[in-house]
Nanobody, 121 residues
Framework: QVQLVESGGGLVQAGGSLRLSCAAS????????MGWYRQAPGKQRELVAS???????NYKEIVKGRFTISRDNAKNTVYLQMNSLKPEDTVVYYC???????????????WGQGTQVTVSS
């Protein structure tokens, strides 16, 4: 089994910054992609940013230039640095990791518990 623990959410004023962290632990041989989704009430979960094992990144258009995703492979941790936050960034953020639990295993996606980000105007 694999557990993902998120931290770093909270309340911030518009224009401020937050850094989300997501640490994976458990039966991990390797982690392929890692990333962050977000979900507003009544809406579908949407991809915010992702990063491959090689460090290639992908961002949702509306966060480009404001958010930066990174990972620490030694710590099995993915980060999301969020700058210039806007009230419309107020949602719950979920991390994910595509984990292989042993050599030649298929990757399985695990999810964090979600962390609330609230941006006040």
């Amino acid at each position: 089994q694999v557990q993902l623990v998120e931290s770093g959410g909270g309340l911030v004023q518009a224009g401020g910054s937050l850094r989300l962290s997501c640490a994976a632990s458990g039966s991990i041989f390797s982690i392929n992609a890692m990333g962050w989704y977000r979900q507003a009430p009544g809406k579908q979960r949407e991809l915010v940013a992702s990063i491959t094992s090689g460090g290639s990144t992908n961002y949702k258009e509306i966060v480009k230039g404001r958010f930066t995703i990174s990972r620490d492979n030694a710590k099995n941790t993915v980060y999301l640095q969020m700058n210039s936050l806007k009230p419309e960034d107020t949602v719950v953020y979920y991390c994910y990791c595509d984990v292989r639990s042993y050599m030649n295993a298929a990757a399985v996606r695990y999810w964090g518990q979600g962390t609330q980000v609230t941006v006040s105007s």
